[in-house]
């Protein structure tokens, strides 16, 4: 009978042997959860054309300035060109329709303001075209912005107190301006007015700055303007701002008490800026797109650029900014439904 010999192994080479075994499994478990679950950019974009950032307003405008502030550091990020697109037309709906067709392969993208994702629905029932809730997918909620009520030089008041008391005692009166009936303008001194019981009458723009023209002139009196128009005339002392829009105080605006503390319990009308896709992309693209942004809106010099502005940098989850469409969507809607507004 053969005898078969074994080498001792030592409680010590064992030890060694065993951490060695662990470490080969981590590393693999590791390896396997990053292919699975981790953000990667290149993966996410493996082709050499560019992503097309659609920006649905005008150039110069408000939302194409800020997106080509971030389109830069943002392609940095990605190692990914970004070209920005302005596909104007219909209040930023022939944009955002637009998106909600394209592939959602991750090479289309939308910035845009949050009309055409919350009151363009109501407006435009017949004619929209999409859904922004099933057609689109958020990823982040940029920035916000709140709108400053002003006056012109007829109008004594230094508070909305004050204009609401002098408004009450000429009904009918005096005329407001807006940059057209369901624009931000027009539906947030619809509520103010259900909310302070006035009677003043809506005159029609195409513009802020017509609408500043306007108020110099003294052929409206009242507007609620978005700041980075509005506040050089006050600054001048042409216009006088009673309040802002935001709940709470402005950062930009030091001193501008906000309507909601002024007696004008939880008013609110804000603007704000949005990235979103077409639905369907795939979720580890959406989230790569959202934590490069959101590291992006931390810089002190993009903080700064939206500041100059008037918009105060968020960076949001997608959740965030999903329910906040669905809150502003129900907001607006119960005024454009008072209003009998529709704009097919």
């Given at each position: 009978?053969?005898?078969?010999r074994?080498?001792?192994?030592?409680?010590k080479?064992?030890w060694?042997?065993?951490?060695?075994?662990?470490v080969?499994?981590?590393?693999l478990?590791?390896?396997?959860?990053?292919?699975?679950?981790a953000?990667?950019a290149?993966a996410?974009?493996?082709?050499?054309?560019p992503i097309?950032?659609?920006?649905?307003?005008?150039?110069?405008s408000s939302?194409?300035?800020?997106?080509?502030i971030?389109?830069?550091?943002l392609?940095?990020?990605?190692k990914?060109?970004?070209?920005?697109?302005?596909?104007?037309?219909?209040?930023?709906?022939?944009?955002?329709?637009?998106?909600?067709?394209a592939?959602?392969?991750g090479?289309?993208?939308?910035?845009?303001?949050?009309?055409?994702?919350?009151t363009?629905?109501?407006?435009?029932k017949?004619?929209?075209?999409y859904?922004?809730?099933s057609?689109?997918?958020?990823?982040?909620?940029?920035?916000?912005?709140p709108n400053v009520?002003?006056?012109?030089a007829?109008?004594?008041a230094?508070?909305?107190a004050?204009?609401?008391?002098?408004?009450?005692?000429?009904p009918?009166?005096?005329?407001?301006?807006?940059?057209?009936?369901?624009?931000?303008?027009?539906l947030?001194m619809?509520?103010?007015?259900?909310q302070?019981?006035?009677?003043?009458?809506?005159?029609?723009?195409?513009s802020?700055?017509?609408?500043?023209?306007?108020?110099?002139?003294?052929?409206?009196?009242?507007?609620?303007?978005?700041?980075?128009i509005?506040?050089p005339?006050?600054?001048?002392?042409?216009?006088t701002?009673?309040?802002?829009?935001?709940l709470?105080?402005?950062?930009?605006l030091?001193?501008?008490?906000p309507l909601a503390?002024?007696?004008?319990?939880?008013?609110?009308a804000?603007?704000?800026?949005?990235l979103?896709a077409?639905?369907g992309?795939?979720?580890?693209?959406l989230l790569?797109?959202?934590q490069a942004l959101?590291e992006?809106?931390?810089?002190?010099?993009?903080?700064?650029k939206?500041?100059a502005?008037?918009?105060?940098?968020?960076?949001?989850?997608a959740?965030?900014l999903?329910?906040?469409?669905?809150?502003?969507?129900?907001?607006?809607?119960q005024?454009?439904?008072?209003?009998?507004?529709?704009l097919?």
């Open positions: 009978m053969r005898c078969v074994h080498t001792p192994i030592s409680l080479n064992l060694s042997a065993l951490c060695a075994s662990l080969r499994s981590v590393t478990c590791f390896m396997v959860t990053g292919v699975l679950v953000p990667n290149s996410a974009w493996p082709s050499d054309h097309h950032l659609i920006v649905p307003f005008p150039a110069g939302p194409d300035l800020l997106a080509r971030v389109a830069e550091p392609s940095q990020t990605l990914q060109n970004i070209i920005v697109e302005n596909k104007p037309g219909a209040g930023g709906n022939l944009g955002t329709r637009l998106v909600t067709r592939p959602n392969d090479y289309t993208l939308l910035y845009t303001i949050n009309g055409p994702l919350t363009a629905p109501a407006l435009y017949n004619t929209l075209g859904d922004p809730v057609d689109l997918a958020p990823i982040t909620l940029v920035a916000t912005s009520l002003v006056v012109n007829n109008v004594q230094t508070t909305a004050a204009f609401v008391q002098q408004a009450k005692a000429q009918g009166a005096l005329n407001y301006g807006s940059v057209g009936a369901g624009s931000a303008s027009h947030a619809e509520l103010f007015k259900q302070a019981g006035l009677d003043v009458l809506h005159v029609p723009y195409a802020f700055p017509q609408i500043t023209t306007a108020m110099l002139a003294r052929d409206i009196q009242v507007a609620f303007m978005v700041p980075a509005a506040m005339q006050v600054k001048e002392k042409k216009l701002v009673l309040g802002v829009t935001s709470l105080p402005f950062a930009a030091p001193g501008v008490v503390a002024q007696g004008f319990d939880n008013f609110e804000i603007s704000w800026h949005a979103l077409p639905a992309t795939n979720a580890a693209t790569t797109l959202q959101t992006i809106l931390t810089t002190p010099s993009i903080k700064e939206f500041s502005q008037y918009f105060s940098v968020i960076g949001s989850d959740q965030t999903r329910a906040l469409m669905q809150t502003e969507k129900t907001r607006w809607d005024v454009i439904k008072r209003l009998n507004l529709s097919n």
